[in-house]
Structure formats: structure tokens, C-alpha cells
């Protein structure tokens, strides 16, 4: 069955993580989802993917982590997952820290959404260059994976390395919180069946996906699924989508095609703007959850 998520840019400005996470367990989401930028550079020269101009939301945002840790505060089962979070610009050993304490914390609700990112003179703030961000993510990953499942665990690469440590807390999840790879480029799926669990690709509207050429969502599953079985990974991945509207159609088409999860957007505003716009998605969630 089909579960239902919300997605919000946590911000200064918006409803509080508190207030939200609240009001989505009442109405019976599955779970909340935060995205992340560390910060924006004022130079703006990487175009953003999603239009011309970058909404102030990308500037303003919470770190997911804390923000996730407030929401876990006030609920007992919603999931909590990062959509997307930058490992490019995160240290592997802090943020396998904080990965596991806030699953620690949280039960075991921990859902690690990942990418490597688009802004190419944020990431270079941070010293990853753009052209060695996707090597650089599946060290970091791997070496997160590492040190949760490992007593003394040790990790000899490129761009990460380091001798056997011992870091606890471990998640309450056995070997970390499943991970979903946001990206959609021909090689995310065998990305996916290498170090990751689950595909999480951002909706676009199927106008937009025929005048742009946008991603095929049924062959992206498929390609996954083959990618999996060429890997010899056990189960099956997972597959979620971020960024969906009011739009029951749109819904009907993606439960149909196989995902998992499917994640409403929430504009970053005020709680008299988003509150109303969950119980309306709740409605819609209702009707494919009977």
C-alpha cells in the first residue's frame, strides 16, 4: 500500500517543525520530510533547476537534523526523513553522529534521503569540487554505513579515511535508516543498487514531462529493480516521490506505477496558509489509503 508524506522547507519564517509534525500525525501521514542547503552563495552562477528565480526558502532553512529532532519531540510514530540531504557538504563522521542519534532518539523513525547536490559554488564552500561530487557522496555514504553497523569500524578511500574508531550511539534501525537516492540521471540506478535502498525522484506533472523531455517514472522503477537484481541485493528497493500537489489524477498515476511513497509539497509559509493545505492533502491521502 501506498503511504503518504508531507514536504516542507523548514524555515525561520514558516510554521514551526513542531506545529507541522503535529498536525501530520493527527491526520495520519505516514511521515515528514525536510530539505536541506547549508546556505546560499551570493554570487547565484549556478542556474537553479527549477526556474530562473531561486525562491528565499533555499536561504532560510533550518538544518534538517534539528529540525527532525524537534518533530520527533512531539510525535510517537511519524517517520522523519531528509529530502534531500547534502552529503557533499557534510563531514561522514559528524553526520554519521547525527544520523544515529536522532534514529536512536527517534526509534528507529529515521529516513535518509540523499544527493549530491546542484549548486556547484555551495559545495565548493565546502570543498567538495563539482565534478567529484558523486564519487565524493558514495564514499561518505559508504563510510556512514560503516560506522553503524561496526564496532570498530574503518573506511581507506579517495576522499575519505580514516582507521578504526569507535562512535556510538548506532541507529535503532540494524546497519542505519534506509537511504533514497534523489537523483534521476541514467546513473542513479545502479547508484541506487550500490549504496542506497530506495529511489526518491522529484514530481514533475506530466505536461511538463512531455514538453521538457522530463524523467519517465516507470522506466526509472524498472531500470532500479534491474539495477538491484545485477547487484545481488536481497528484497526490493523502495520507491518515493517528493513535491506533489492537490492532484488526485496525478496520485492515481503514481500509485499505479509503483510507488511507495508519495510526498505532498507544502509551501514554506505560515501556519494560517499550511495547516488548511494539509488537511486538504489528508483528504486526498484518505481516499487511496481506504
Known amino acids: 500500500m501506498t503511504q503518504f508524506g508531507l514536504l516542507m522547507f523548514a524555515t525561520d519564517y514558516a510554521v514551526d517543525p513542531q506545529t507541522l ?3 501530520a500525525e493527527m491526520f495520519g501521514f505516514e511521515s515528514l520530510f525536510f530539505p536541506e542547503h547549508t546556505h546560499i552563495p551570493a554570487s547565484r552562477k549556478s542556474p537553479w533547476p527549477g526556474g530562473k528565480e531561486l525562491p528565499k526558502e533555499y536561504w532560510h532553512t533550518f538544518d534538517p537534523f534539528i529540525a527532525l529532532g524537534m518533530a520527533a519531540s512531539v510525535t510517537q510514530n511519524l517517520k522523519l526523513g531528509t529530502g534531500i540531504s547534502l552529503v557533499t557538504e557534510r ?3 559528524l553526520m554519521a553522529k547525527q544520523v544515529a542519534t536522532l534514529d536512536h532518539l527517534s526509534n528507529g523513525r529515521l529516513v535518509l534521503g540523499v544527493g ?6 555551495e559545495m565548493e564552500n565546502h570543498g567538495t569540487p563539482f565534478d567529484k561530487r558523486w564519487p565524493i557522496l558514495r564514499e561518505r555514504t559508504l563510510a556512514m554505513r560503516e560506522i553503524w553497523r561496526s564496532e570498530e569500524a574503518e573506511f581507506h578511500g579517495e576522499f575519505v579515511d580514516f582507521d578504526k574508531i569507535w562512535s556510538y550511539p548506532k541507529p535503532k534501525q540494524s546497519g542505519g535508516p534506509p537511504i533514497l537516492m534523489g537523483a534521476s540521471s541514467r546513473f542513479t540506478y545502479d547508484r541506487i543498487a550500490e549504496y542506497a535502498d530506495g529511489w526518491m525522484p522529484i514530481y514533475q506533472d506530466h505536461a511538463r514531462r512531455q514538453a521538457s523531455g522530463g524523467v519517465d517514472y516507470a522506466a526509472g522503477i524498472a531500470n532500479t529493480k534491474e539495477a538491484w537484481q545485477a547487484r545481488g541485493r536481497d528484497g526490493q528497493p523502495s520507491f518515493s516521490i517528493f513535491g506533489v500537489g492537490p492532484d488526485r489524477r496525478a496520485v492515481s498515476e503514481l500509485v ?15 501556519a ?10 489528508a483528504a486526498i491521502a484518505h481516499e487511496f489509503s481506504a
Request: hydrophobic share 45%; net charge negative; glycine share 6%.
Open 272 to 281: 494560517d496558509v499550511v495547516l488548511p493545505l494539509v488537511e486538504k492533502y
Open 116 to 121: 549530491a547536490g546542484w549548486n556547484a559554488e
Open 256 to 270: 499505479e506505477l509503483g510507488f511507495d511513497r508519495v510526498l505532498f509539497a507544502l509551501p514554506s509559509d505560515s
Open 21 to 23: 509534525a503535529q498536525q
Open 91 to 93: 563531514d561522514p563522521i
